[in-house]
């Protein structure tokens, strides 16, 4: 997770989109404008006793002055949407990130098939309200118990036309993900919901051979690593080939170091971004709180992240 | 908050960098400065918040503020930053692209920069090693900041090469009070 400025912002609106799901919409207290996004983003709400949850924003991106969440409550979870639902009311406070987007539209597709499960439906409106501005092609497909139990309906019915497909549980109507669409080079699916659908939309489609840039799952990794326990591997010097040994109490960094190579470093948090360095093969463990998801593919921070077995830096 | 809670500062002249600075004369004399913002944020990655006054603690901090608190991003390090500065011409000049380290001007407002104090007619660079008071509150120079990428991505700007060496100033407090917007800023020594 890189580092997001937290706002403590204003619910200006607290809205019961079903008997189960909370609609907000923030407000900064003193800034019109907002910290820009694109659909398909999150935002990270703070709770009071540090624990941090992510909700998808459902807005407009193109308005700036406001953000828009819904929260489903869940008896079951480990109570950040309780209490969001006994807490958040129109006049209170919510410390809420900047967005950050690792669920985008692709910018190359000409067809865009959405497909939301419930509350999952989120960042999925959000991703029609852009394709709908831009007069793009689409499809948004609504699945949930009944239309009583479907979040934000009337603004995703209002939104999408007859671009919408319902499919309600209690109407005796479920999605058969083998018939979503044809595939064609230039179609793009999204999925984001309960788990027993997003693996039923991806195992079809994987089935029917469509390249998995093309399919897109929405989840979001947990963020805490309270349980992390380091291990130790080995990284090799690109330019030199040698190979060093990073026991499991030592930092890459430090490893690096003791033997001579030369690295900026500064907070030996995760955080500056100061020890920077690219890698090739290998699987990372990125534990730092400053690389972009982007840069994480040939990028890490050696002061906190470490490597599954063996990983060779671009040094 | 009790002492024992309280986070480790590396006393100013204690600093790596303060303590040699502290015995090579030199440096500006006879500027009078003031302070335009004060800002503090009650944890790490908070928004910034403006106040109009501020109660400064010798050895600790700016009341309500992160690294008072211990919650600030950098707290579990030790170092010197009871209070920092920054100079409002090195904001200007960036906000002119001046040198053109950016694509374009970029525009750092006084809440953006996490600096606590914005000051104008203060010669920060010439500070390491040496004392100077902001209204009743006086300050000694540690160390000169130095820009993070954790405030790039904060910002979401490119902000870390442009303010490289202007980047203002670490202080701790040698002598605590209360510090107002339009206070004085002058050499003590």
Redesign the interface.
């Known amino acids: 997770m890189?580092?997001?400025?937290?706002?403590?912002l204003q619910v200006a609106a607290a809205v019961a989109t079903t008997p189960d799901v909370l609609h907000l919409t923030l407000v900064h207290p003193r800034r019109p404008e907002l910290?820009a996004w694109t659909a398909g983003a999150h935002v990270d709400l703070r709770l009071p006793d540090g624990r941090v949850r992510q909700y998808s924003l459902c807005g407009d991106p193109a308005d700036r002055g406001r953000y828009e969440i819904a929260i489903k409550r869940e008896e079951a979870g480990r109570g950040g949407s309780a209490w969001a639902h006994g807490n958040l009311g129109v006049g209170s406070v919510a410390?809420v990130?900047?967005p950050r987007n690792n669920f985008p539209l692709a910018p190359a597709a000409r067809r865009h098939i959405l497909v939301a499960g419930g509350i999952g439906v989120t960042p999925l409106l959000a991703m029609a309200r852009t394709l709908a501005a831009d007069r793009a092609e689409f499809a948004l497909h609504v699945c949930a118990r009944s239309a009583a139990d479907a979040p934000l309906l009337a603004d995703v019915r209002a939104l999408c036309g007859d671009r919408l497909q319902v499919w309600f549980a209690d109407d005796g109507r479920r999605l058969d993900p083998t018939r979503l669409c044809d595939f064609t080079v230039d179609t793009h699916v999204y999925a984001c919901g309960p788990r027993r659908l997003t693996d039923a939309v991806q195992s079809a489609l994987d089935a029917q051979g469509w390249p998995p840039e093309q399919v897109h799952v929405e989840h979001f990794a947990p963020l805490s690593d309270e349980t992390f326990k380091p291990e130790p591997f080995e990284a090799r010097i690109a330019s030199t080939g040698a190979l060093l040994h990073v026991p499991a109490d030592r930092s890459l960094l430090d490893v690096l170091r003791e033997h001579g190579v030369s690295q900026p470093a500064?907070?030996?948090?995760g955080?500056?971004?100061?020890c920077?360095c690219g890698y090739r093969d290998g699987t990372v463990i990125h534990r730092d709180?400053?690389l972009?998801v982007g840069k994480r593919r040939d990028r890490m921070t050696p002061c906190v992240s470490r490597a599954q077995g063996s990983v060779t830096l671009d040094l | 908050m009790t002492d024992a809670s309280a986070p480790r500062m590396v006393e100013a002249f204690a600093h790596p960098a303060g303590s040699i600075a502290v015995g090579v004369p030199g440096g500006a004399v006879g500027w009078r400065g003031s302070l335009l913002n004060i800002h503090t944020a009650s944890a790490a990655s908070y928004e910034m918040e403006e106040r109009a006054e501020a109660r400064c603690v010798a050895g600790r901090g700016i009341e309500g503020d992160r690294y008072y608190l211990g919650s600030g991003t950098y707290s579990p390090k030790p170092d010197t930053r009871e209070v920092t500065l920054i100079e409002q011409e090195a904001l200007d000049a960036i906000n002119r692209n001046d040198p053109p380290l950016q694509s374009g001007p970029l525009h750092i407002a006084p809440i953006d920069h996490r600096r606590n104090l914005t000051v104008r007619g203060v010669p920060l660079n010439h500070l390491v090693g040496r004392r100077f008071r902001v209204g009743e509150v006086i300050l000694r120079g540690g160390r000169l900041n130095f820009p993070c990428k954790y405030l790039e991505e904060l910002l979401g700007q490119p902000v870390y090469l442009p303010l490289y060496n202007r980047s203002g100033l670490n202080c701790g407090i040698e002598r605590g009070g209360i510090i107002r917007v339009g206070d004085t800023i002058e050499m003590v020594d």
């Open positions: 890189s580092a997001r400025l937290v706002m403590k910290p410390d990130s900047a500064s907070c030996e948090l955080v500056c971004g100061a920077e709180a400053v972009s």
